[in-house]
């Protein structure tokens, strides 16, 4: 464990460095949390009333307020940015900090240290893991202040967070994380080129991409219920890709089957 | 100590080592030379237990190779084939990072930076970025950081590799010193010059081991050896009467100087100078001509090649 800090603790650095990762993360955090709520709220006064009263209805059933449909509206969309978050931050960090070893042909010396190969895929893990967490947090946290503020002006209401949000912040987005950043990092295994690890991470994000597709399109509403039900799916899933990290992970595996440059 | 038995090592159905022995006393520099894929990288990286043998057993310092690799690790240093290190970091950072995985202490770990950092002339550009640093610079980072920790056993592959001249001479005199300090090396080379002059012992590989020996041993046990001599006076009456002393294979004379070959170089070269003073020649020199490291290396990889 001591070891996989010092191996967190150097890779958040160069994290911090790297401008590739951290500027789209802040880019859309930003868009998401702030100026996206703003701009609903902002569009929905000048919209048409009629259409948007028709197609909330179509969500919600029968709303006679608009402005809190309109509220209830933002706070079931909003989970989807929720989700889209943790998906994304470990995709950029989690093949970077794999790929990065490649780069530097440092895996052999590392190894030939006397740390634990277990050890390495922790401190790899939590290179992601910890900032991807910390960032959707934040975001959360961002976010539902930003809706309140918005809510109470427009309607005296403080819709969050309610259990969906806390449902999607605080189990849903841990477990996505943990999933993206193993995958992301079994996959780098086999690339040497940070953009197609990258681009790997992107594809394995796809089935979140469709959830957030049928929500806008109206066609699916997240609740509770479908919120437990993916956890539930997704955090069985942790042990088994775990296990396959660790079998990836193997110090033979690592320097006579992964791909190097 | 490093201790190896009947080591194999197959890659799925690639044989990269076959059935390798061998055993590298306290103190001793052994040197393990062979062609490109003879198998030197993957027999280092068993011992330094990075990757474990399809068969066989082997022992760093009587610590198991299979049930104590940690320990092992903690106690070797490894020069990878490729520097290896973080470029985008500082060196001295970089030597602070791997050194902290040896459980070394601050105070020791920041003497130690600055001894080889010192030693190997790179101290004044420590704070700079390694990837500012020319290939000889990393080569020399790289040592520093397989020395970090003061092992007693040293794996290097390929030290002086892309170092210049001076540095390179620093680097050999550096390992001549480990002997000193009774570090055991196993030194991977290509330089059959460096072999010479720094191993004890040689072991030429191609996925087994087709020679062991110590160096001089080597050389004596090489069949024919050649000896030039240098006459006052023209040297082609001599050579009918070389040809008459036993051992003596071959004579070639030209001018004042004469070259001869013969078998067993330690009984014939006696009896050769004999006959010559018994004969009143005038000579001015007599050199025996060992063969260098890299004739005998030619010749058993030759051998084998047309095994």
Not at chain 2, 205 to 228: C, P, R, V, Y
């Amino acid at each position: 464990m001591h070891n996989a800090l010092k191996i967190f603790r150097k890779e958040v650095k160069e994290i911090i460095k790297n401008k590739n990762i951290w500027v789209p993360t802040l880019v859309i955090s930003l868009m998401f949390s702030i100026v996206m709520p703003i701009a609903i709220m902002l569009f929905a006064d000048f919209t048409d009333n009629a259409q948007t009263a028709n197609f909330i209805t179509n969500l919600f059933g029968e709303e006679t307020d608009l402005e809190v449909a309109l509220i209830d509206f933002m706070v079931k969309q909003f989970i989807i940015f929720l989700l889209l978050i943790p998906a994304m931050v470990p995709s950029l960090i989690a093949p970077a900090s794999v790929i990065m070893e490649k780069d530097s042909r440092t895996l052999e010396p590392l190894l030939a240290t006397p740390i634990k190969t277990s050890e390495l895929l922790l401190g790899k893990t939590l290179t992601s893991l910890i900032p991807s967490l910390a960032i959707s947090t934040l975001n959360f946290v961002v976010l539902s202040i930003n809706i309140n503020i918005l809510a109470y002006l427009k309607a005296g209401l403080v819709p969050l967070p309610n259990l969906e949000w806390l449902i999607t912040t605080f189990i849903l987005s841990p477990a996505i994380v943990f999933i993206i950043t193993i995958i992301s990092i079994i996959f780098s295994s086999k690339t040497t080129d940070i953009r197609s690890a990258q681009g790997i991470g992107s594809t394995i994000i796809l089935p979140i991409y469709l959830v957030i597709g049928l929500q806008i399109a109206g066609l699916f509403l997240i609740n509770y219920l479908y919120l437990l039900a993916g956890c539930a799916l997704l955090i069985l899933v942790c042990p088994l890709l775990l296990k396959l990290a660790v079998k990836v992970f193997d110090r033979e595996n690592i320097l006579t089957k992964w791909k190097m440059k | 100590m490093i201790e190896a038995w009947n080591l194999t090592k197959k890659f799925d159905h690639v044989l990269a080592v076959d059935n390798l022995s061998l055993t590298v006393g306290q103190g001793q520099i052994l040197g393990l030379l062979g062609p490109n894929g003879a198998g030197k990288t993957t027999t280092i990286r068993m011992l330094a237990t990075l990757i474990s043998p399809t068969s066989g057993r082997i022992a760093i310092n009587g610590l198991d190779g299979k049930k104590e690799s940690s320990q092992i690790r903690a106690m070797i240093g490894l020069l990878t084939e490729a520097p290896g290190m973080y470029e985008k970091i500082s060196a001295y950072a970089n030597l602070s990072y791997f050194s902290s995985f040896y459980g070394l202490k601050e105070q020791k770990k920041e003497k130690n930076i600055e001894k080889f950092l010192k030693m190997f002339g790179l101290w004044d550009r420590r704070q700079e970025l390694v990837g500012t640093y020319s290939k000889g610079m990393k080569q020399k980072l790289a040592l520093a950081r397989a020395l970090i920790h003061e092992p007693k056993i040293l794996f290097l592959d390929e030290p002086t590799s892309g170092l210049d001249p001076e540095s390179a001479r620093m680097v050999r005199d550096f390992i001549v010193s480990l002997k000193e300090e009774k570090t055991t090396v196993i030194l991977c080379t290509h330089n059959l010059h460096e072999a010479s002059s720094l191993c004890d012992r040689v072991c030429i590989i191609k996925k087994q081991i087709i020679k062991e020996a110590a160096l001089h041993q080597l050389q004596s046990t090489q069949q024919a050896t050649e000896a030039e001599i240098i006459f006052a006076h023209h040297a082609q009456k001599y050579a009918s009467l070389l040809k008459k002393v036993p051992g003596v294979q071959q004579t070639d004379a030209k001018g004042n100087r004469m070259r001869i070959s013969v078998k067993n170089p330690e009984k014939t070269n006696p009896l050769v100078v004999k006959k010559l003073v018994e004969h009143e020649a005038r000579l001015i020199y007599f050199h025996e001509m060992k063969q260098s490291l890299e004739e005998i290396y030619l010749k058993i990889i030759g051998k084998d090649n047309h095994a």
